[in-house]
């Protein structure tokens, strides 16, 4: 359905973002993983065509068969509405505060569907039921400060899909939010992903949560992609040493008696920080925090097949045990 | 790596001038030439710009010897634009940074007060913004006789609450960073964190307003001394100039276009120097550097 | 011998006008902290977490009840004893970008408590030996702000509020701002400092795993007052109270 290859998204002569192959099929849910700089957040811009004005993109987006790149942006902003729903990081930031829940809802149905003002309010309806919000009446006369960041992060993803997308994008969908409500959130966009049989990106910095939502995770680190696999081969034996130091540095909830206080010895780091843009080392963009470096690392790294559906860019990969 | 990132910023932003924007560069030429103008009259002026010479009056302009030609009582135009120049400048520069200083001041006061005595003194620099500062510049003529003390004490009222309230926003942002809270966390007092702190972090907006005021004072200088609440003769003023120009605009335009076009150019250059350095310390402008 | 001690303790925003509408901020709190201990607050936002630890420090007043900090009542401290207990007790903030004067080089921000606490200026070496403890080369001095990352920059807030030797130091979610990368970096950093150095430290954050894997004792707030409390590996394994259950679910649901 999705189809990325050879982009490359370059910012004043840096490049922030290289993606030789990406892929979303139908009803898929694909998880970009990275950390702040990672250049995921840009790649899914440049799929929305919400790059910023100083960037420069080659390579191909191809959505439905329709090339993306180059589209204008009257048509973009099409697609952005009736094909691709956009479910914002910040749902406080997101609404405006002046107009009614209701009447932003309609707004969102009747921009990029054929539906009529006055028929829309079944539609807003049957939308508020979708995403589980309690007391329709109430909401919808609510203005966005009345609700909780979670109703309102509710009410955003009620107008992503109000046009019936075939595709969904979440950028961080509950990094402003509360654990609790996180995990509300999570378990409804992954309902409706499945309940509308919606294709997915989600945006994290958190493996887990990606985990948890996606069937496919691609690691990015630097604007590379590093690794992708399905979710859970990923997560339990990860191929690329970036993976690896990711999820060993992941502070995990304890299980045991054992793991609880006094316990910061046995916390894994990865040494150094993240490098300011165009400061990334050539070759592996990892490989100056990385404690298996060799030489070959220094070498453009390619994509390798591990195994029909994994892929990693690793000179020095975590070999299968046993 | 370490090594590459401190030599791109042991040379801080300094920037050539092709990377300044243009604004700054030609405000920044007029003004120049301005003061360079202003600091001439106290060693040259082409001619005394107080006698009189009954022979030679009205010339146009382009005459010999009067480049800019004479006024009614045969005075070089020049001579009086260049002393007027000086007159502007001083009224603008003294009423703008004392009415700045003491703005300053008490928009950082009024930023870190409480919440009550924030609430009253920000209604009252409101209301001192509503107030039409002509009218008070015509209330003290009256009562301490027209002239540039006038002039200049009402410019000061006058923009006393103005620059307060460009300082007490910004202030109020600063105040609420985290690095506020941690120096009154090591025992730092309210006016050093206001001085040591904020003020820094806040020149650049006040450099720009100061422009911004250098340009509005340039030209409340020359409208009141057109109402004739300013410079009193024999004190030469682009306003005073124009003035006595208005009833002879038959008999020779040159006379009001002239100082017109002076009052119009230093506006300009200030006007343009402030929006100049708006875009220099504009952080999104500063990043591209 | 408590070196915190927190009794029937009360807070509101606000004027005293306001107090008999606004609900408490914080309500009815009572809690101690042995010398040496470590603490845990966790919370959601809006819990009242970051609040609690501000009115530790005394950046905020007492509305009604007691807290006693290193053998000071917070509620009635004169100047010099304000300036004894800002030595003892310090504070390390979540956002490292936000806690340092963008215009004041590393080297002048690390010395600023010294200069204001202990009236001196502190040479070069001094503070050199302040950033190698918390791993960082001396050339930082000479650096600016927005020249760090987020995780460097953390570690020079350690660094600087260490300066001044606290018996106490309270963290505001110190981990939250940074990469994934380089959190447990910063929470190794601190938790590895306490030890050596012997601190009281009061660590609040809204990761119950972060919580769980490093302090000794727990506080659940919820909506300004204390749901749960206890030594932390009962509090995590077992929790009693609905809210600490729901809240170690949720975390577990996105726990790797």
Known sequence: MLTIRDLKVTIAGHTVAEVEMLEVREGQRLGLVGESGSGKSMIVMSILGLQPKSASITGSITFNGQELIGLSDKKMANIRGSLIGLVPQDPTKSLNPTMRIGKQIAEAITLHSSIKKNKADQRVRELISNVRLPDPDRILRSYPHQLSGGQQQRVLIAMAIASNPMMLIADEPTTALDVTVQGEILQLILTLSRELGMGLIFVSHELGVVRFICDEIAVIYGGHVFEIGPAHAVVNTPLHRYTEALISANIAMPKTQADIGREAGKLQSIDGSVPALGTFPNGCRFRNRCVYEITECALPVPMQNADGSRFHRCRNPIREKG | MVTRLKKSWSKPTRARLSNLPASLLIGGGLVGFLVCVALLSFVWTPYDPITIDVRNRYLPIWSDGHILGTDKFGRDVLTQLIMGARNSLFVSVVSTLVSLVIGTLLGLYVAAAGARLQNIISRGVDVGVAIPGILVAMVLATAIGPGNAAAITAIIIWFIPVSARVVIGPTMQVLSQDYIEAAFGYGRTKWFVLFNHVLPNISSIIIVQASVMFAAAILIEASLSFLGVGAQPPTASWGRTLKEAQPLMEIAPSLMVVPGLAIVIAVLGFNLLGDGLRTYYDPQQARKR | ?256
């Not at chain 3, 987020?150 to 300066?163: D, H």
């Not at chain 3, 309270?170 to 940074?178: K, M, W």
């Not at chain 3, 030890?195 to 727990?218: F, K, P, Q």
């Open chain 3, 1 to 256: 011998m408590s070196i915190i001690d927190v009794k029937s303790f009360y807070f509101s925003y606000g004027s005293r006008a306001m107090q008999e509408t606004n609900p408490w901020t914080l309500c009815d709190l009572n809690f101690s902290l042995e010398a040496g201990g470590f603490l845990g607050v966790v919370g959601e936002s809006g819990s009242g977490k970051s609040t609690l630890i501000r009115n530790l420090c005394g950046l905020l007043p007492i509305t009604k009840g007691q807290i006693q900090v290193a053998g000071y009542d917070m509620g009635s401290l004169n100047h010099a004893e304000q300036l004894k207990l800002r030595r003892s007790i310090q504070l390390i903030y979540q956002n490292p970008k936000r806690s340092f004067d963008p215009r004041m080089k590393i080297g002048t921000s690390v010395s600023q408590p010294i200069r204001s606490l202990e009236k001196r200026v502190p040479p070069t070496t001094e503070l050199e030996t302040l950033l190698a403890r918390v791993g960082l080369q001396p050339d930082y001095l000479d650096r600016f702000p927005h020249e760090l990352s987020g995780g460097q920059l953390q570690r020079v807030a350690i660094a600087r509020a260490l300066s001044v030797k606290p018996i106490i130091l309270l963290a505001d979610e110190p981990t939250s701002a940074l990469d994934v990368s380089v959190q447990a970096q910063a929470l190794k950093l601190i938790a590895e400092l306490r030890e050596e150095l012997n601190l009281t430290m009061v660590l609040v954050s809204h990761d119950l795993a972060v919580i769980a894997r490093i302090t000794n004792s727990v506080i659940v707030l919820k909506d300004g007052e204390i749901v749960e409390q206890g030594d932390t590996a009962s509090v995590i394994l077992k929790p009693q109270h609905e809210y600490t259950k729901k809240l170690r679910a949720a975390a577990s649901v996105v726990s790797l």
